[in-house]
């Protein structure tokens, strides 16, 4: 009988044990399931992110594109322009006309300058967007 008792008395000690243990199991199942929905949702929430931020991106090189293309029509209106000007005469009227047109000119000239500068510059932010999106693409295909 005491024999009995014993061995149900260990018996009941391992069953404690044992329920303990399962209870830690549990909450640690419980807590990695918690563990899980939350980097779920990170993960949703930075890929909303992230093509938010391709969005944008895209939105501003096409912006920089069409600006580009505006400067470019516009230099080209002004070349034109400056290429039809009339050339020089000896008359004195023409003289005072060819001071005008050769400030007029020069202002064309320089305004050709800057929107080269322009264009290079928005070409370059184009280029820079581009390569953020391409990085952006990039750690959304390895983030998957």
Sequence with gaps: VISALETLE???????????????????????????????????????????????????????????KSLVNENRNLSTTVSSLPAHNDSPVSSSMREADLKMLLELKEMSSQQKDEIKALQKDVDTYQCQVENVSFLMAKSR
């Excluded at 993960?43 to 600006?67: A, G, N, P, S």
């Design 10 to 68: 260990a018996l009941a000690a391992g069953n404690d044990r044992e329920n303990e243990e399962i209870l830690r199991l549990s909450k640690a199942v419980e807590r990695l399931e918690h563990e899980k929905h939350k980097r779920n949702q990170q993960h949703l929430k930075f890929e909303e992110e992230l093509e938010q931020v391709e969005k944008t991106y895209r939105k501003d090189i096409d912006d920089l594109q069409q600006m580009v």
